[in-house]
């Protein structure tokens, strides 16, 4: 059984799935010697287990819905190529910033996972402004989280 959500002041990420995000509009990228150490929509961090950096909840307790668009060959392009992509998806993903509550591009599996705040559509939406920016995306699949 989870703990109701803490009201805080100190705006940071969660540190488990279990904790509410606190801040809306926090895109997280795996650090890369190529790519610069921050962009203006975001920061770049090192990466490690997502069970451990996605929330499940927004700072209002309600659950989140999830994501996930893989990028084909990313991780073999060039540096400027991939930067490029990263910008695209930055600017589409700042243009929905009150919806998304969480980003994560993993240049290594190709994968984009994105946390955002439930509503009806918006998990076909989003990946659908991406894919016009990034025609070789491709959305693996939206998920629900169930209550139980």
Known sequence: MSKPPVKSSKRTLPASRDKPCAQAGTFLVPASAA??????????????????????RDEYGHLLADFRMIFPGLRRHSSERQLRTLRLVGGVLQRYQNWVVFADLNLR?????????????????????????????RLLAPYWRRQR
């Open 109 to 137: 599996m190709n994968l984009l996972w994105v946390s955002i705040r439930a509503r009806p559509g918006l998990t076909v939406e989003i990946p659908a402004a991406i894919l016009e920016e990034v025609p070789e995306a």
């Open 35 to 56: 790519l610069p150490a921050a962009l203006s929509w975001g920061r770049l961090e090192a990466d490690g287990p997502l069970w451990q950096r996605v929330p499940s």
